[in-house]
């Protein structure tokens, strides 16, 4: 019970101090009184009396501080009088205070902000059950060099089949639906994907509404179901509940809702509206086949097996299959595996550690440059502390209140810092939707401790640099130092000088960075995709196989629609291509064999990205014909035999001989006549050129959907409304999706690059800002320091220009210097980002003068102004102040 | 009256524990009733006096109530505890131990 009486005593001594110190007083008073009381007794005046009662008690103020001091809490007391003197000291010079709070802040929430998104995609564990033993399985095949490749629906049902690792094995597809709207609403076009029956079960996940597809929902004689997105079911639904076991039309046919997933579920990727089973929609032989890389392949390891096993066991499985099928040279050779959370993210990785590490530098600027700020104040105080020191004060005590100060602006910062995090993320969540795991990212607890660490961190190191500063030995030197008439002592010049080389050092590392990754994202952007990119407006739509039955039905469809557009006033040309135009994606590929070359040996036929095009789609789009002809007209359903290669199909595979008349087998052993050759395009901007084939649009007997071009001689957006009219009018439950210029579709593949190089940028601007103030603050500090000598300098007949060339060296010495450490430390680490960058060397010549340029410019222009002015000085006034 | 003796380290806080586990006293009073005690050899000093109440005060040992003093000024009185008591005791005990141990010593 006594530390109950203990608490009860020290929680009162907490909240009666005040209290508690009058009556005190009260206490040694009545002791002064009583002794006066006696003393008078004794035949003393009343005078003589109370001057021996005081004479006899001491030093009152000390016996009361010796009291005090007995009590709990003092130390806390402590703590708030040098936060009430750290805040007034501030407060008093508030121009100060809110630069180094600024500083901080900016400092601090880009760091916080970064760690957040670091954190929540590639540290947090998938919000699965035992996330650790959640594997993606691949296959690792030889043609092509494609180590993690998709997995083969039959490789998958073997290695399911056989394989002892694993406690489940599910498997996933990619599909898209036209979703008709129900009343008024538009018809829309859904991202979607299908997983098997099992998936759930294994990651441990439950709808959030309804249930799991069934293994009965999961074959594909089974009555269709699908699974709606959180998202989707509160936008198109209204959050309606009995939604489950209702239907909805996808590609016309009526789906039923067995369930509605939680608003966190999104995978594989966040932009998922539906799901459906993938053995119910996949047609049985794409399941069964062996060499056709369609699906992704989730695995949970067995306890007690590694990873390395069961790669070793899936690859043997792999390597039976491939050995039972050597005729077909596109089944894989082995297996790989990687954890499901590096498969995820793992394009973003790399940026976002680079992109970490360039915030950590902006906190180490800012941290140096309020320790700069604050070493300035410190010999402004010399002559205040050095009185201090010489009365007696602690040494450990000065060192406390300069933590202080420095822990009182680092915690404003910091608490603005997360203010700014916050909407830093806000900002990065509303402009990077495509990111990994987007809908993991916020400010959590962890990440507000972070921000706690990060200001103690700061606070310490900012304080610990400006105390050190103070060489509180020297009383009498620092006394006679700030005397009038002499300089300031070098030691805490040079100390200046030094972080401020750091500083430089830094910033010179950031704006390399960033320079870098400009360089290569205006390389980009730049790239001859090889095609017309101006005033050409591309758009998707499928025709539903419900409704459109005959091959006919579609290319009845499509040559209406394309004759109409063709007549829209304005419009130059059109056509149509399938599956993606240039610059948006890779889209897939093929084997192939020349008729008349000799066949090639086992298992090395080789392969070639392929596409289908109607004639018109080489002159919509702008790829340039280099001999032949393109389609003939007669390319119809059923009659469609020609084929059109790339210029660098070609070269690879027709050297030194005529294309034009020759035979490819491909696409299920049909015989194309090659009757053209077109110019390279590239699949995405930064990509290396590949053979491409392209074959008549009506090709395939089940062809459905296409991409519709139009290229106009002004500007292309405003026909994006009178063609969908157009559609609407052919049929209106179909709608178009992706309706983008081609500059739309180039800009999204590089929205990586341009993000990166956007915010590295930002980043390096604000270091370089914080550089040049922290010269101009040191320089002007200099030059402050130094007006009496530099008054007696021109009074001795100096001349203006040597004050001038005296004091930009001063200021110039350092950042030169800080400069050439920069350069060196960007030569050795530009190699970290070489996989972020593009047609661009990590030593690119270019960058590194345009930085040293840019940064000897800025330090000179912060250096000018001090030294203008000190070369300015009026010596008689010079000499005057003090 | 001579230079008054400095007290033993430490002993301060058992002559206080004894002197007050009379009767409650006042910080005065205590001074004056341990300097008459020990026939004015031991002289307590104020700048001791107020810190060693105010740590026994902390300890939980004395307690205090404010009073009216024999002159009709409120005053701090001081009064031991339960827990004082005890202390006392131990107190007591170890001090005979040591000063015992000293007189084999010195006699």
Redesign the interface.
């Known amino acids: 019970m ?1 530390w109950l ?2 608490l009860r ?1 020290r929680t009162e ?1 907490l909240f009666r101090r005040n209290g508690a110190t009058a ?2 007083d ?3 008073r ?2 002064i ?3 006066t ?1 006696e003393n008078i007794a004794r035949g003393m005046s009343a005078e003589g009396a109370r001057l021996a009662a005081l004479r ?4 009152p103020a ?3 501080e ?7 809490w003092t130390s806390l007391e402590l703590l708030l009088g040098d936060v009430r003197y750290g805040a007034r000291t501030l407060l008093r010079t508030p121009g100060f205070a809110a630069v180094a709070i600024l500083v901080m802040a900016l400092g601090i929430g880009a760091n916080v902000a970064l760690f957040t998104l670091v954190r929540s995609v590639l540290l947090k564990p998938l919000p699965f059950a035992d996330p650790g033993r959640l594997v993606r399985l691949y296959e690792r095949s030889t043609f092509g060099d494609f180590p993690f490749n998709q997995s083969a629906g039959g490789v998958f049902a073997e290695w399911k089949k056989q394989s002892r690792s694993f406690t489940g094995m599910a498997i996933c597809g990619y599909a898209g639906y036209n979703l008709s709207g129900a009343g008024n609403e538009l018809p829309e076009t859904v991202r979607a994907a299908t997983f098997s029956s099992n998936l759930l079960p294994l990651l441990g996940v439950q709808p959030a509404l309804g249930r799991n597809f069934t293994a009965d929902d999961d074959q594909p004689s089974a009555n269709p179901t699908v699974l709606l997105s959180w998202g989707l079911w509160k936008r198109r639904f209204g959050g309606n509940p009995s939604i489950v076991n209702q239907t909805i039309l996808l590609d016309a046919r009526p789906y039923t809702v067995v369930g509605v997933m939680p608003s966190w579920f999104a995978f594989p990727e966040s932009a998922i509206q539906v799901w459906t089973p993938t053995y119910f929609k996949e047609p049985p032989g794409h399941m069964k086949a062996i060499s056709q890389h369609d699906f992704r392949a989730i695995g949970r390891l067995k306890p007690g097996v590694t990873a390395a096993e069961a790669v070793t066991e899936l690859s043997l499985i792999t390597r039976r299959i491939h050995d039972q099928n050597a005729d077909d040279s596109f089944v894989s050779v082995g297996a790989n595996i990687r954890p499901l959370l590096d498969s995820l993210v793992g394009d973003v990785k790399t940026p976002l550690y680079v992109l970490l590490a360039a915030t950590g530098c902006v906190l180490l600027i800012a941290c140096l440059n309020v320790a700069n700020l604050l070493v300035a104040r410190a010999a402004s105080r010399r002559r205040e502390e050095a009185i201090r020191m010489a009365l007696g004060g602690g040494r450990m005590r000065l060192l406390r209140q300069h933590l202080m100060e420095s822990l009182l602006l680092t915690a404003a910062g910091g608490a603005a810092g997360l203010a700014l995090a916050w909407g830093a993320i806000q900002w990065v969540v509303s402009a990077r939707p495509d990111m990994a795991r987007v809908e993991a990212i916020h400010i959590d607890g962890v990440a507000i401790a972070f921000a706690a660490g990060l200001i103690a961190l700061c606070a310490l190191f900012a304080g610990l640099i400006s105390s050190l500063s103070g060489r509180g030995s020297q009383v009498l030197s620092s006394l006679q130092d700030s005397s009038r008439g002499s300089s300031a002592g070098q030691a805490r010049v040079r100390l200046r000088a030094v972080l401020l080389s750091l500083e430089v050092g830094l910033t010179v590392m950031l704006l390399i960075g960033a320079g870098l990754l400009l360089k290569s994202y205006a390389r980009l952007r730049s790239t001859d995709i090889g095609c017309i990119t101006g005033n050409v407006l591309k758009m998707d739509m499928t025709l539903p196989e419900v409704k459109y039955k005959q091959p006919a039905q579609v290319a009845g469809f499509f040559e209406t629609l394309l004759g109409r557009v063709r007549n829209l006033p304005g419009v130059e040309a059109a056509g149509y291509v399938f599956p993606v135009v240039p610059g948006d994606g890779y889209g897939g590929d093929h084997g192939f064999t020349v008729v008349e070359h000799p066949a090639p040996s086992r298992g090395e036929a080789p392969f070639a990205m392929n596409r289908w095009a109607d004639p018109g789609y080489f002159a919509a789009i702008g790829i340039p014909l280099l001999r032949g002809h393109t389609f003939d007209d007669n390319q119809q359903p059923g009659h469609a035999t020609e084929a059109v290669i790339s210029q660098a199909f070609a070269r690879q595979y027709f050297p030194g001989e005529d294309p034009i008349g020759k035979h490819l087998r491909a696409q299920g052993d049909k015989t194309y006549e090659i009757v053209g050759v077109v110019g390279d395009v590239r699949f995405a901007a930064g990509e290396e050129v590949r053979p491409m084939m392209y074959f008549a649009l009506y090709a395939d007997s089940d062809m459905n959907g296409a991409t519709l071009v139009v290229r106009s001689g002004r500007d292309v957006t405003q026909y994006a409304t009178p063609i969908q009219r157009i559609v609407a009018g052919l049929d209106r439950d179909l709608p178009v999706s992706d309706v983008l210029t081609m500059d739309q579709v180039l800009g999204r593949g590089t929205l990586d690059a341009s993000f990166d190089a956007t915010l590295l940028g930002v980043f390096a601007a604000l270091s370089l800002v914080l550089a040049a103030v922290g010269l101009f603050g040191v320089l002007s500090y200099i030059v402050a320091q130094r007006t009496s000598e530099i008054g007696i300098r021109i009074a001795l007949g100096a001349r203006r220009e040597q004050v001038l060339r005296l004091v930009l060296l001063s200021g110039l010495r350092p950042a030169l210097i800080g400069l050439a450490l920069g350069l060196a430390a960007s030569a050795a680490l530009a190699r970290e980002i070489q996989s972020m960058l593009y047609g661009t060397q990590p030593l690119d010549a270019a960058v590194f003068a345009a930085v040293a340029g840019t940064l000897l410019v800025v330090a000179a222009a912060a250096c000018a102004a001090p030294a203008w002015r000190a070369s300015r000085l009026d010596p008689m006034q010079a000499l005057r102040t003090e | 009256m001579g230079k008054p003796n400095d007290l033993v380290q430490g002993t301060l806080d058992l002559l206080i524990l004894k002197t007050i586990s009379l009767e409650p006293m ?4 205590i ?1 004056k009733r341990i300097q008459q005690v020990s026939g004015e050899v031991l002289q307590v ?3 001791s006096l ?2 060693a ?3 026994l005060e ?1 300890q ?1 040992w004395i307690k205090a109530k ?1 009073a009216e ?1 024999e ?1 009709g ?4 009185f001081y009064t031991l505890t339960a ?1 004082g008591r005890g202390q006392l005791g131990k107190e007591t005990a170890s001090w005979n131990r040591l000063s015992a141990a000293i007189d084999m010593i010195v006699t």
């Open positions: 006594r009486t203990q005593r001594m009556r005190l009260d206490e040694l009545f002791h009184e009583q002794q009381a006899a008690f001491g030093n000390l016996v009361r010796q009291a005090h001091d007995t009590w709990s | 006042h910080g005065w009073a001074a000093q104020q700048g107020y810190p109440l105010h740590r902390q939980g404010w003093s002159t000024r409120q005053a701090k827990a």
